[in-house]
């Protein structure tokens, strides 16, 4: 009977570490993906962007201009937006299933129509898991307060 039962908690604790595993895989995918998105803005590379950004995104600039994905990269590839730098500051992220919250503070350098901007931004970014990837679904920034 001892030894049925340390099979049976060796199995359970098998399985309790492998989901811990892969948990901390996939919250370390969806940060990639956002990593990945902030290099894709700064090098103007929309073709990147085309695949991490959902169909359905929602993008609400922190000046309150709203772009659909289409209207993002388009702005991104026309230059009329420029990122020069997105570094984040601060990040934490709750997962619910397939669908992954970042809240945090990104200091952002770059132009917007010829004009230049350096400022950090408090923002949330959700993701959506469609296909194996991480895919950003809505973006909001609010300016960090002087």
Same mark, same amino acid.
């Given at each position: 009977m001892f030894l049925f039962?340390?099979?049976k908690f060796l199995?359970?604790?098998?399985?309790?570490?492998?989901?811990?595993?892969?948990?901390g895989a996939q919250t370390n995918a969806v940060f990639e993906s956002e990593q990945q998105r902030f290099k894709a803005q700064v090098e103007q590379n929309g073709t990147a962007l085309q695949s991490l950004l959902h169909n359905d995104l929602y993008y609400l600039h922190s000046n309150g201009l709203v772009e659909t994905k289409a209207d993002f990269i388009a702005s991104v590839n026309s230059g009329k937006i420029t990122y020069q730098e997105m570094s984040p500051v601060q990040q934490s992220l709750r997962r619910f299933g397939k669908t992954a919250v970042i809240t945090g503070l990104v200091q952002v350098r770059g132009l917007y129509q010829g004009q230049a901007?350096? @400022?950090?931004?408090y923002y !949330?970014?959700?993701y959506r898991k469609e296909r194996g990837?991480?895919?950003? @679904?809505?973006?909001?920034? !609010?300016?960090?307060?002087?």
């Open positions: 039962n340390h099979i199995i359970a604790f098998a399985l309790f570490t492998a989901s811990l595993t892969n948990a901007f350096d @400022i950090e931004l !949330t970014s959700i990837n991480w895919l950003l @679904i809505n973006w909001q920034s !609010t300016r960090k307060p002087a």
